[in-house]
Nanobody
Framework: QVQLVESGGGLVQPGGSLRLSCATS????????MGWYRQAPGKQRELVAV???????NYADSVKGRFTISRDNAKNTVYLQMSSLKPEDTAIYYC???????????WGQGTQVTVSS
């Protein structure tokens, strides 16, 4: 059974930084792409950043230049480095992995990020 386990969330002041981690239960090469989504209270879940198996990346316009997604294949882990955090970045952040066939999407349990003074 595929499992994605997030960590690294917490409370940070505006302008601060956090790094989220997503560890996969199996090989990271079992996914065609991995990404981070977030959901704020009362809002729909939205894509934050995605990285393909080849390392190409895409970001939501709202986080470009502030967030960086990366992967460590040896550790089967995907990271989201978040800098210059704003209160509007407050949300539950979810890790997502898409199977090689593209037919299955896996989700982590989510980690809370709160940006507040």
């Amino acid at each position: 059974q595929v499992q994605l386990v997030e960590s690294g969330g917490g409370l940070v002041q505006p302008g601060g930084s956090l790094r989220l981690s997503c560890a996969t239960s199996g090989s990271i090469f079992g996914f065609s792409a991995m990404g981070w989504y977030r959901q704020a209270p009362g809002k729909q879940r939205e894509l934050v950043a995605v990285i393909s198996s080849r390392g190409s990346t895409n970001y939501a316009d709202s986080v470009k230049g502030r967030f960086t997604i990366s992967r460590d294949n040896a550790k089967n882990t995907v990271y989201l480095q978040m800098s210059s955090l704003k209160p509007e970045d407050t949300a539950i952040y979810y890790c997502n992995g898409v199977s090689l066939s593209g037919s299955t999407s896996y989700w982590g349990q989510g980690t809370q990020v709160t940006v507040s003074s």
